[in-house]
């Protein structure tokens, strides 16, 4: 793909991310301070799925292992 349709892409994108969202129709200070505060949402949902995601996750799994698996060996120690 050469530089020219790469930019025609990127520019049909932003047309449709403009289309999708209704921000065509605001002023060019309006659209800035609605893009800040959208980019900045996502970021925050973003980093927060990095970091605390995976700790649900571990969680999760020691939770349903403990359940459905088998017991740690301290515990069968103690059972014999």
Known sequence: ???KNMR???AWLYYQYLLITGIYVLE???KSI???IFFSAIAMVIYT???FVP???RLAL???SGIFGSQP???VALMN
Request: charged share 15%; glycine share 0%.
């Open 1 to 3: 793909m050469n530089f």
């Open 62 to 64: 020691e939770f349903f």
């Open 73 to 75: 060996e301290s515990t």
């Open 8 to 10: 025609e892409y990127l």
């Open 49 to 51: 799925s990095y970091v």
């Open 55 to 57: 700790i649900h996750v």
């Open 34 to 36: 609605f893009n800040s």
């Open 28 to 30: 060019p200070w309006e």
